[in-house]
C-alpha cells in the first residue's frame, strides 16, 4: 500500500491540526495504522495507532488525551486530530502500515510508510 500524509502546518501553542494519511492499496482487516513523529537525529516515536478491523486504538501517554486517531475505511484513510499542541509536539510526523498487528507502537514493525508532514508548534 502506498501512503499519503498530508495536514501538517505551523500553528501556535493550544492550537489545533488534523492529519491526513491516504492509502491507494488494500488495507487490511489485521492491519494497524499508525502515526509517529521524528526529530532530527532521533528516532522515530509511537504517538498512536488504530486497527482497521475493530478500530481499536492505542496512544503514547505524551498525547492521550489531546489527540484522536480514527479512520475512514470508505476513504481508506486514517486521520490524526491533534489538540492542546505544545511546542514538544514539534516534529515531522509519519503513518505507516504494519501488516500483521503484533506491535504498533515499534516502528521497525511497520512495513509501509508515507512521506513525512511537518509540524511546528510555536510559542
Known amino acids: 500500500v502506498q501512503l499519503q500524509a498530508s495536514g501538517g502546518g505551523l500553528v501556535q501553542v493550544g492550537g489545533s491540526l488534523r492529519l491526513s494519511c491516504a492509502g491507494s492499496g488494500p488495507i487490511y482487516a489485521n492491519d494497524y495504522m499508525g502515526w509517529f513523529r521524528q526529530l532530527p537525529g532521533k528516532e522515530r516515536e509511537f504517538v498512536a495507532a488504530?486497527?482497521?478491523?475493530?478500530?481499536?486504538?492505542i496512544y503514547a501517554d505524551s498525547v492521550k488525551g489531546r489527540f484522536t486517531i480514527s479512520r475512514d475505511a470508505a476513504k481508506n484513510t486514517v486521520y490524526l486530530q491533534m489538540n492542546s499542541l505544545k511546542p514538544e509536539d514539534t516534529a515531522v510526523y509519519f503513518c505507516?502500515?504494519?501488516?500483521?498487528?503484533?506491535?504498533?507502537?515499534?516502528?521497525?514493525?511497520?512495513?509501509?510508510w508515507g512521506q513525512g508532514t511537518l509540524v511546528t508548534v510555536s510559542s
Open positions: 505507516g502500515a504494519e501488516r500483521d498487528g503484533s506491535n504498533p507502537r515499534t516502528a521497525n514493525e511497520y512495513d509501509y
Open positions: 488504530i486497527r482497521w478491523r475493530n478500530n481499536n486504538k
